[in-house]
C-alpha cells in the first residue's frame, strides 16, 4: 500500500490538485435543506439519548449541532450513516455509566487502526473514505470519533496539543463532555484509554513513553476565540503562525495541569510587531504555542505548562525570528535561562535523542539469549559460547571468546519466554591479528520464516527480527545462524540489538550545536567511537547533536555533572 501511494505522489501532486483549490465558502454553497435536516436530527438525537439529562443546552450547541468539525472536508450526510448504524446503543446500555458506554461503542471500531507509517500522509476529505480505509492517524480518527458521539447525542470534542513541550511532533485526542466535566480519551482503542488527565498533567511518566510535558492543550471549538492576532485589523495574516490564524479553538491547558503566566522582555524587535509568540522546541525547529501582545518590548504569555523549555519570538513574513534568550519554565514557575557564558568545559556525548521505556525492552529482551557452536545440524552438542547477563547498548559490539574448538554451525539461541528484538550477529575468526567475518548459509529454527530471519544476518542494523510474540505458543527454542560448510574456528561473535540509531554510530558525522538566539554550531565530527568529545564548549548552554549523514530524531539536552538532560 505505502509503495503504491508513493508511486502515485510521484506522477501526482495530491495537496496541490486538491488544497490549492479555493475553498468554497458553506454560507455560500450549502442548502437550506441540508442545514434543517441537521438540526433536526441533532435535536432529536440529544433529547432521545437517555443520558441527555446531563447533557447542557450550551454543550448541545458547541459539540452537538455543528454539522462541521473542520475546515477544507466534505459536506457529508455523516448524521444518517453513524445514527442508522447504532440508533439504539444508548437507550439499550442505559443505565450504563457514561465513559462505559463510550468505551463499548468504541470498541465496535477497534478494526480501525493507526496507520504510523503506512500512508501516514494520506489526505482524508471525507468521513466515508476514512470508514472504507480503516486506518489513519490520530486527528483523523478524533474526527471520526467527534461524529460517531454526536449523531447519539453524546457531546465528544477534539483537543490537541500543537508540539510536545519535551519530545518531538504533536498529539490530537478526544474528550467526552458530560455533566459539567470532561473525560479525555485515546481516539483509537485500548486498555486504559482514560488515562490522560494524568499522564499529561507535567508531573507523571508513562512505563512505556516516559514523561509528556506539556506547553499547551487546545480544544477544537465551533464558537469563534475573540483575542488573539487574528482578531487585531492592524496585523496581516502574513505575520500570523498558521495556529493562531485559526479561532476555532480555546485554551484547555489548566484542565490538565497546572500554569503559569509569564512575562519576557523581548529583544531585536521591529517596530510595527504588535505581537511575540512562545515557542517550543520541536529537533531543529521552534514552533510557536502561545501568544503575547507586546507592550513597552514586554509581552505576558498566559496560562503555560510547566517544566518545560521556551524561547520567544517574533513572526514576519511567514518566519519565526528568536527574540530573546532559552529558558526553563520549573515546577514552581520560575524560569532559568541558558545563557552561554564566558567560561568553557568539556563534554561527552553519546546519544542524540532520548531512550524511552519502551526501547529499554528491546535491549532487556535479549537477556538470557547465548551464542552457540557445534558440529551438527541439529545442534547436538552445542558448545555455549556467549551468553547475554545484562541489556546491551544499541549499537553493534563485539565479544571475544575462548573456545579451543572448531565449529562448522554457529547460532543465537533466543531466551525462552523473551520475545526478542535483534537487529544483527556475526562471527569472526582471527587472522594476521585482524577479525575476518566467516560467511555461511542461514540456519534458523524451523517455525520461523526465512525473509524474516535474514534480517539478522543482512549486515544493515536498520532492519531487525522479532521472532515471538507475547502470547504466541510455541516450542522453544527460537534461534538463527550460520552454516559455515565446514568447521571453523571463532574468535568473536558481534551483535546489535534493535536500535533507533541514535546512539553515536561509529563512521558517521556528527555537528554539535548551541542555542544563543539561534542555532551556533561548535563543529563537526566524525564518530571514531560510540562517543563524541567536545572541548570548550559553552557553560549553561542549550545543546542539540544532529547527524549529518541520516536520521531526523534529535533533541535539545543540557549537560549536568557531565552527563546529558534531555529537555
Not at 551464542?371 to 563485539?398: C, H, M, S, W
Not at 525462552?416 to 555461511?440: C, H, W
Amino acid at each position: 500500500m505505502d509503495s503504491i501511494w508513493k508511486n502515485t505522489l510521484k506522477t501526482h501532486n495530491i495537496y496541490a490538485d486538491v488544497y490549492s483549490r479555493p475553498v468554497l465558502e458553506d454560507i455560500k454553497n450549502i442548502s437550506s435543506a441540508y442545514l434543517t435536516t441537521n438540526i433536526d436530527k441533532a435535536y432529536e438525537s440529544w433529547r432521545n439519548n437517555p443520558y441527555s439529562d446531563s447533557i447542557s443546552f450550551a454543550d448541545f450547541c458547541e459539540y452537538l449541532l455543528p454539522y462541521r468539525r473542520q475546515q477544507g472536508l466534505c459536506l457529508e450526510e455523516w448524521r444518517n450513516k453513524f445514527f442508522n448504524d447504532n440508533f439504539c446503543y444508548a437507550r439499550e446500555k442505559y443505565p450504563m455509566p457514561i465513559q462505559r458506554l463510550v468505551d463499548s461503542l468504541l470498541f465496535k471500531y477497534t478494526n480501525f487502526i493507526h496507520t504510523y507509517e503506512i500512508m501516514s500522509d494520506y489526505p482524508y476529505l471525507k468521513l466515508t473514505d476514512f470508514y472504507i480505509a480503516k486506518r489513519g492517524e490520530c486527528g483523523t480518527k478524533c474526527w471520526f470519533n467527534s461524529m460517531l458521539f454526536a449523531s447519539l447525542g453524546i457531546p465528544v470534542a477534539i483537543d490537541f496539543v500543537p508540539s510536545w513541550g519535551n519530545r518531538n511532533d504533536k498529539h490530537q485526542w478526544n474528550v467526552l463532555v458530560y455533566n459539567g466535566k470532561t473525560y479525555p480519551f485515546e481516539s483509537f482503542w485500548e486498555e486504559d484509554k482514560w488515562k490522560y488527565k494524568k499522564l499529561y498533567n507535567n508531573m507523571s511518566s508513562d512505563p512505556l513513553y516516559g514523561d509528556f510535558r506539556l506547553a499547551k492543550v487546545f480544544r477544537y471549538s465551533y464558537q469563534t476565540d475573540r483575542t488573539g492576532p487574528a482578531n487585531d485589523i492592524n496585523v496581516s495574516n502574513n505575520d500570523i503562525p498558521p495556529l493562531f490564524l485559526n479561532t476555532k479553538k480555546k485554551d484547555v491547558s489548566s484542565e490538565y495541569f497546572e500554569t503559569s503566566d509569564v512575562e519576557i522582555s523581548l529583544i531585536n524587535l521591529p517596530r510595527d510587531i504588535r505581537y511575540a509568540y512562545l515557542c517550543v522546541f520541536s529537533s531543529h525547529n521552534i514552533i510557536p504555542v502561545q501568544w503575547g501582545k507586546i507592550k513597552s518590548n514586554r509581552a505576558i504569555f498566559k496560562n503555560m505548562g510547566r517544566d518545560v523549555v521556551y524561547v520567544p519570538a517574533y513572526y514576519k513574513d511567514g518566519m519565526l525570528i528568536p527574540s530573546g534568550q532559552a529558558f526553563h519554565l520549573d515546577y514552581s514557575g520560575q524560569k532559568k535561562y541558558f545563557e552561554p557564558t564566558g567560561s568553557k568545559i568539556s563534554i561527552t556525548i553519546k546519544r542524540k535523542y532520548p531512550v524511552f521505556p519502551f526501547k529499554k525492552e528491546w535491549a532487556e529482551s535479549l537477556v538470557g539469549g547465548k551464542f552457540q557452536g557445534a558440529n551438527r545440524a541439529d545442534f547436538g552438542k552445542a558448545v555455549d559460547l556467549y551468553t547475554i547477563k545484562e541489556p546491551p547498548d544499541f549499537i553493534p559490539q563485539n565479544k571475544d571468546i575462548h573456545s579451543p574448538n572448531t565449529y562448522r554451525y554457529a547460532r543465537f539461541i533466543f531466551a525462552k519466554g523473551k520475545y526478542g528484538n535483534l537487529a544483527e550477529i556475526k562471527f569472526y575468526s582471527a587472522s594476521d591479528n585482524q577479525m575476518i567475518a566467516l560467511d555461511g548459509n542461514p540456519v534458523y529454527s524451523d517455525e520461523l520464516i526465512p525473509d524474516v530471519m535474514s534480517k539478522a544476518l543482512d549486515n544493515n542494523i536498520s532492519t531487525f527480527i522479532l521472532p515471538y510474540m507475547p502470547g504466541r505458543t510455541s516450542r522453544f527454542p527460537w534461534w538463527v545462524g550460520l552454516d559455515f560448510g565446514k568447521p571453523k574456528k571463532i574468535t568473536t561473535i558481534g551483535f546489535c540489538p534493535r536500535t533507533d540509531e541514535n546512539n553515536v554510530m561509529i563512521g558517521l558525522n556528527y555537528e554539535l550545536q548551541y542555542w544563543d538566539n539561534g542555532w551556533i554550531s561548535l563543529g563537526e565530527q566524525n564518530a571514531a567511537a560510540n562517543e563524541l568529545n567536545y572541548k570548550n564548549v559553552p557553560a549553561n548552554a542549550l545543546f542539540i547533536l544532529k547527524c549529518t549523514d541520516k536520521g531526523r530524531e534529535e533533541r535539545i539536552f543540557t549537560i549536568e555533572n557531565g552527563k546529558q538532560v534531555w529537555r
